[in-house]
């Protein structure tokens, strides 16, 4: 079974360019994950969807951060304009919300450098 | 507050030495812990998980951890620790299906021959 896949895996940017993030989750996975992840921290939620519902974004700084997962399977995370802070590590992860509780499995994540 | 505090940032243990990662949580709810490794440029990978029953899991690679719940704690512990062990270790807490993890800032474990 394929885990979860994340693209790019690097990316590097300068500052006030937009960037997108993909995330395809495990199959059958109805909940998704994005968590931000900074240099020597642990990953913090962005954002979590329930199937195509996002149930809390009260992380995702809405000024600059969005994201979709339009049909209920993979997922965009997109920043626009970026900025020098947002160099971190963008971490996806799905779960099968069939039960309680669950293990959510992580992508590799994306490595994000703005200049 | 919920939270999980990983106090210590690096440790260096010499292969083939035991090795134990202490890891204390606060949350409000019945915890479900998790143990995750992250080597250089890479995603997470399960190490183990306390959900319930016995409070000694064990884990991939040699890994156990014990949950003391009067101590608020999960411990990760190695019995004999190989290089290739040198990685970042993440502690996390949840709840409910569905429900974010929060994570310890992670130590570093380094590996001396």
């Known amino acids: 079974e394929a885990g979860v896949v994340q693209s790019p895996r690097y990316k590097i940017i300068e500052k006030k360019q937009p960037v997108a993030f993909w995330c395809n989750p495990i199959?059958?996975?109805?909940?998704l994950y994005w968590y931000l992840q900074n240099l020597g921290q642990g990953p913090e939620l962005l954002i979590r969807?329930?199937?195509?519902?996002?149930?809390?974004d009260s992380q995702l700084p809405k000024d600059r951060f969005s994201a979709e997962r339009l049909k209920g399977v993979d997922s965009t995370l997109k920043i626009q304009p970026a900025e020098l802070g947002d160099s971190a590590v963008y971490l996806c992860?799905?779960?099968?919300?069939?039960?309680?509780?669950?293990?959510?499995?992580f992508g590799p994540g994306t490595r994000l450098l703005v200049l | 507050a919920q939270s999980v505090t990983q106090p210590d940032i690096h440790i260096t243990v010499s292969e083939g030495a035991s090795l134990e990662l202490r890891c204390n949580y606060s949350?409000?709810?019945?915890?479900?812990l998790f143990w995750y490794v992250q080597s250089p440029g890479q995603g997470l990978q399960l190490l183990l998980k306390?959900?319930?029953?016995?409070?000694l899991v064990q884990g991939i690679k040699g890994f156990e951890a014990e949950f003391k719940r009067s101590q608020s704690s999960f411990n990760l512990r190695k019995p004999s620790v190989h290089w290739s062990d040198a990685a970042e270790y993440f502690c996390?807490?949840?709840?409910?299906?569905?429900?974010?993890?929060?994570f310890g800032k992670g130590t570093t474990l380094s590996v001396s021959s």
């Open positions: 969807y329930e199937n195509e519902e996002a149930v809390d």
């Open positions: 996390a807490v949840g709840g409910q299906a569905g429900t974010a993890l929060i």
């Open positions: 199959s059958g996975h109805n909940t």
């Open positions: 949350y409000g709810a019945t915890p479900y």
């Open positions: 992860a799905s779960s099968p919300n069939s039960g309680n509780p669950e293990t959510q499995y």
């Open positions: 306390y959900f319930s029953g016995d409070t």
